[in-house]
């Protein structure tokens, strides 16, 4: 069947910097990173709704993948 799909193209002059990427965000260090979910968990970038049981779900989802040997 037909199923949906989104793509993204994005171009520019290479920047030479490490990138570290998770979810929704792409930032330079893993320390970078957990700053940013921090912040948005706390509110830091605005509310969504529904986000914080939305992020849970996910947490719980992947522990428990990890602990079925799945990652």
Do not use: C, H, W
């Not at 949906?4 to 490490?18: M, Y």
């Not at 921090?38 to 996910?58: C, H, L, N, V």
């Amino acid at each position: 069947g037909k199923k949906e799909a989104r793509v993204l193209i994005l171009a520019g002059t290479p920047i030479r910097e490490e990138v570290a990427r998770y979810g929704p965000f792409v930032m330079n260090t893993d320390e970078q990173l957990y700053q940013a979910f921090a912040d948005m968990e706390t509110g830091r970038f605005g509310k969504i709704p529904g986000s914080t049981e939305r992020m849970r779900k996910t947490r719980e989802a992947n522990e428990l993948r990890q602990k079925a040997g799945k990652e």
